[in-house]
Nanobody, 121 residues
Framework: QVRLVEYGGGLVQAGGSLNLSCAAS??????????MGWFRQARGKEQEFIAA????????DYGDSVKGRFTISRDNAKNMVYLQMNNVKPEDTAVYYC????????????WGQGTQVTVSS
């Protein structure tokens, strides 16, 4: 089983920055086998894709709403994934989830419990 735990959520002013971390663990988890992603869900809205990064750390993929402001990265040696959020906006307010999928799968099978990010105007 794979366990994902997010850290770093909180309250930040618009225009500020926040860094989210995700720690992966589990007997079957191997960083070299999993694509990792970040998603978010604002109250009353559907889940939204934020970013994803392959096991090799190759060119990441970003959702249109965060391109140029957010950066995803990973440290396979530490089984960690990060989301650097810059120039945040009130519309970035949401619960942010870390997720993982086996590199050959299209489905994210593993999810963290989520961390709340609130951006004040």
């Amino acid at each position: 089983q794979v366990r994902l735990v997010e850290y770093g959520g909180g309250l930040v002013q618009a225009g500020g920055s926040l860094n989210l971390s995700c720690a992966a663990s589990g007997r079957t988890f191997s960083s070299s086998s999993y694509t990792m992603g970040w998603f978010r869900q604002a109250r009353g809205k559907e889940q939204e894709f934020i970013a994803a990064i392959s096991w090799s750390g190759g060119t990441p993929d970003y959702g249109d709403s965060v391109k140029g402001r957010f950066t995803i990265s990973r440290d396979n040696a530490k089984n960690m994934v990060y989301l650097q959020m810059n120039n945040v906006k009130p519309e970035d307010t949401a619960v942010y989830y870390c997720a993982g999928r086996y590199y050959s799968s299209d489905v994210y099978d593993y999810w963290g419990q989520g961390t709340q990010v609130t951006v004040s105007s």
